[in-house]
């Protein structure tokens, strides 16, 4: 014993010559902390105080941070505990405190309870703490927390603060061996860190009142968690905790009908463990006496409690059996251990029992049945109902209809199949969900602003020649488009029928071709339809739906309503045309056309084509005609003469103009006329002697006259488009006519024959330099073949092998010869027959009038322009203009024989034929 006492006294001097040589002498003071003196009279209300705990004690706290050496700036988070040999006063570590069990109900000591602040249920208890031997306590630079971890998930933890209770002084209870040596003013100094026993720190505000919301810990499903418990103090920048440990048995406390709230240690409870070497054993609790005489507790030694007092003073005090005088290890001689109860208070005493947890039977469970609308989540009812727990109950939802939305939709269960039928161990809601059940939002609707059926469009026939060496055909067109505003059209028919051809009904436009002289004088029908509705349904799906129910429409789309449609028919719209539009086929293909004068004929100005265009049902018909027009005046029909001379053979130059509704024509590669172009014959009355064989008639027109003389149009000269008409320039030329300058002798060259062949089959084009050469050659030809006489003679309008005027070459020379029948003042007619003239390939017929009034060769009986007389020849005859030639006899008969042989035959019966007779006289009489 002397040897423990002299230890004390030894390290007490060295700890006071250590503090005194690293502390200054400064004034008492303390440091105020965030959550001190939470005191009621300062404001503290659980259900604002309780979880409301200064930010940096609570993050440590939560974020695990509970080592010895864990910090956050100047604040130190470190274990603690009463264990002497394990925690050091100096470091801060010694955590003394008590829960009182509230046996006494005292107003700092009372019974545990469920309390309710703000509505919410709080389990509350009393305790008190200290940090021994780190600073003064005052009611500002202290708090007590209560931290709690769930059990079977360490990282959910809670930490709440308690409320300070009144000013109580812990200093009696911390201090057994010297309460009576410290005085009244004894704590007034500074906080140094020095033995318990030094009278050096002062603990004031220790007691607390803790206030757990059990909301917090067990709402809901939370109801079977089970946390452990831990007391948490700060004094200043030091934070120290310890597990919360209850050395006395418990019991549990009803909260409502919620269950019953159980706080407990469980194993071991009922060990102490003795910390310190200088507790000493007193008989009764605070009761008096010394260690010389009553004797210490064994320190490390582990002790069973058989009681404890918490009716006085701060520290709870607990009873054990122990020796009357047992100290330490040392037994006296013959020893005979005798036991009885001894006290001494909680400070001393480490618990060994297992951590406290709090934890919830439930007995009774509160339900909150809703009824909720899916869509918008909101509360259509709501049912309480509180149940004996750990039972099976069964719910179910509402029947269908049974709630409704504003717009009187019933409500309709889903999904189908809800139900609760479950063993109820918690509070917990039930919740059983409803979707209206919506009607079809789909409907009709007109759609503003639309009109009856109306169409725009272009019927039309023409004649279009498709090749070169094919005749024109009829082609008919027709392309409609409704131009009502509608909101659908559908089933669009156009409808064409030519005669002697199927009808044709399709959807798309339709074009057609016929043979243009089977349909001519005939009727083309035509015919447009069309169903409209003006009327569109917004239809919408159901994309959400349960048997015949639909809780959800999106729209879909946009539909016609053809119930509410009509038809239109083109023809109901024209007065007279109810079955189908009819357009006249009233061209004139092929046909002759007959009159006396071509000016007659270029009158007529056939149609090629005709048009019915809409526009809103209005409707506009246009004729469409081929035209001509003279350009010249070369071929008059009537020609009075004064004696025989010669008339033009080839028609007049003419202007054709032509206009189709398809706008074909203005093709560059247009096909107007057939291969062959216009051509056909010039039928004279009568001809001369030297032309019949060659122009004989073999045409189909024999009755026009006995001769014929080919005509060909010429290449035609396109003049392009003016004014919405094609124009073409046409001339013509005919076979040529050679006329002998003295004799007058005339051969033909069928020039314009050629020509037709050229254009028919690609024969070589029969040009100037190579028909001249071929005409003159066959003129010496005939000349010689008809009057066995070698041709002598110039032709007329040639300059060597080249034309001199065309024209005078296509001229028809009214016979001289007296055999002729033509007589003079009679009316002849000369017949033209042109083919093939314009798209209709029509023919023309017309007749070239022309009467003589003289021969122009004859006596004066025949009234002739040129009359035989005696009268000489040559007048104002001299004497000096007389040469003399002599005959001498041998050279008369010769001359003679001469004349024997000179030909009875004359051309035109007057006119001698061997012009060389001449030379031959000059032969034979000499100086002639």
């Not at 019933?410 to 809601?429: C, L, R, S």
């Not at 005749?471 to 059209?489: D, L, W």
Request: charged share 30%.
């Amino acid at each position: 014993m002397w040897r423990l006492q002299l230890n004390k006294m030894l390290a007490f001097v060295l700890f006071s010559i250590f503090t005194a040589c690293v502390f200054f002498n400064e004034p008492i003071h303390a440091q105020s902390i965030p959550d001190g003196g939470e005191m009621w009279s300062e404001g503290y209300r659980p259900y604002q105080d309780a979880s409301d705990v200064h930010h940096t004690v609570k993050n440590m706290w939560d974020n695990g941070k509970y080592k010895p050496d864990s910090k956050n700036g100047k604040l130190t988070l470190a274990k603690g505990g009463k264990n002497t040999f394990k925690y050091s006063e100096f470091r801060g570590e010694k955590l003394i405190y008590d829960i009182y069990s509230g046996a006494t109900n005292q107003s700092k000591k009372r019974s545990w309870r469920v309390v309710t602040s703000g509505g919410k249920p709080y389990f509350t208890f009393d305790g008190w703490s200290v940090n021994f031997g780190y600073h003064h306590h005052t009611k500002n630079n202290q708090a007590t927390y209560i931290g709690l971890i769930n059990k079977n998930n360490p990282t959910e933890k809670r930490i709440y603060k308690t409320r300070m209770l009144g000013n109580t002084n812990a200093n009696p209870d911390l201090r057994d061996a010297s309460l009576k040596t410290c005085g009244k003013n004894a704590f007034k100094k500074k906080a140094d860190k020095n033995l318990s026993s030094s009278c050096n720190m002062d603990y004031q505000y220790t007691q607390f009142r803790a206030y757990i919301p059990l909301e917090d810990l067990f709402q809901g499903q939370s109801y079977d968690k089970e946390w452990e418990m831990y007391l948490i103090k700060r004094v200043e920048n030091q934070v120290v905790y310890d597990e919360l440990i209850l050395p006395y048995e418990t019991k549990s406390y009803q909260w409502g009908s919620q269950g019953k709230v159980t706080m407990q240690s469980g194993v071991d409870s009922d060990k102490l463990t003795m910390t310190v070497d200088n507790a000493i054993k007193r008989k009764s609790p605070r009761g008096g006496g010394n260690g010389w005489t009553l004797g210490y507790f064994v320190p490390g030694k582990t002790y069973t409690t058989t009681g404890f007092n918490e009716s006085e003073g701060v520290a709870n005090w607990y009873r054990v059996k122990d020796d009357q005088k047992g100290v330490g290890s040392y037994k006296p001689p013959l020893y005979k251990p005798t036991f009885q109860n001894r006290w001494t208070a909680s400070t001393y005493w480490d618990f060994n029992g297992t951590i406290a947890t709090l934890s919830l039977e439930k007995t009774h469970a509160h339900l909150r049945i809703q009824h909720i609308d899916a869509t918008t989540q909101n509360l259509l009812k709501e049912e309480k109902e509180v149940v004996r727990a750990n039972k099976k109950y069964s719910f179910y939802p509402k029947k269908n209809g049974y709630f409704k939305d504003k717009d009187g939709n019933p409500y309709i269960a889903t999904p189908e199949g809800q139900m609760f039928n479950e063993v109820v161990k918690h509070d917990q809601t039930i919740r059983f969900y409803y979707k209206a059940d919506l009607p079809d939002p789909s409907k009709d609707v007109e759609m503003p602003k639309t009109t009856d059926g109306k169409v725009d469009g272009k019927a039309f026939w023409e004649l279009r020649r498709l090749k070169d060496n094919q005749p024109s055909q009829v082609y008919a067109e027709m392309n409609f488009t409704p131009s009502g505003k509608h909101y659908a059209i559908r089933n669009m028919k156009h409808s064409l029928v030519l005669p002697g051809y199927e009808k044709e009904e399709k959807e798309n436009p339709i074009a057609l071709l016929a043979d243009a002289k089977s349909v001519k004088d005939k009727t083309l029908k035509y015919n447009f339809a069309y169903e409209y509705t003006n009327t569109y349904r917004g239809n919408y799906k159901c994309v959400e739906k349960q048997g015949s129910h639909c809780f959800k429409w999106e729209f879909d789309k946009y539909t016609p309503v053809w119930d509410k449609g009509k038809k239109f028919k083109l023809s109901e719209t024209l007065q007279g045309e109810k079955e189908a539009v009819s357009m006249k086929l009233d061209h004139r293909y092929g046909e002759t056309i007959k009159k006396d004068a071509v000016e007659d004929i270029i009158k007529e100005a056939p149609i090629i084509g005709r048009s019915d265009s809409f526009a809103n049902n209005k409707r506009k018909s246009e004729v469409y005609r081929e035209r001509f027009k003279k350009l010249t005046d070369r071929m008059k029909a009537k020609n009075k003469l004064k004696t025989q001379t010669a008339l033009p053979v080839t028609p007049d130059r003419l202007e054709y103009t032509l206009e189709l509704p398809s706008n074909e024509h203005e093709k560059k590669n247009f096909n107007v006329s057939q291969k062959g172009l216009i051509n056909g014959h010039y039928f004279p009355v009568d001809i001369d002697k030297s032309l019949q064989e060659d122009f004989t008639n073999h045409t189909k027109y024999e009755s026009l006259g006995d001769y014929a003389f080919f005509l060909q149009q010429d290449e035609m000269q396109d003049k392009g488009v003016r004014a919405g008409k094609r124009s073409y320039e046409i001339d013509f030329i005919s076979d040529y006519f050679f006329v002998a300058k003295h004799t007058g002798f005339i051969s033909g060259y069928p020039v314009a024959y050629q020509l037709n062949r050229h254009l028919l089959y690609g024969e070589d084009k029969p040009t100037d330099d190579k028909v001249i050469p071929l005409a003159i050659k066959k003129l010496e030809q005939d000349y010689l073949r008809q009057t066995k006489h070698a041709y002598r003679d110039d032709i007329l309008y040639l300059n060597g092998n080249k034309v001199s005027d065309k024209q005078k070459l296509q001229r028809y020379y009214i016979p001289i010869s007296p055999e002729s029948k033509l007589k003079p003042n009679k009316t002849y007619t000369n017949k033209i027959v042109l083919e093939n003239v314009g798209l209709n390939d029509i023919t023309w017929q017309y007749g070239q009038q022309f009467s003589f009034e003289h021969y122009l060769f004859g006596s004066g009986h025949d009234e002739a322009w040129f009359i035989e007389q005696p009268d000489p020849r040559v007048r104002n005859f001299k004497s000096s203009d007389v040469n003399t030639i002599t005959i001498k006899h041998e050279d008369k008969q010769k001359i003679v024989e001469l004349l024997k042989e000179r030909p009875d035959e004359r051309l035109h019966r007057f006119r001698l034929v061997d012009r060389d007779f001449v030379d031959k006289v000059k032969k034979v009489i000499e100086g002639f």
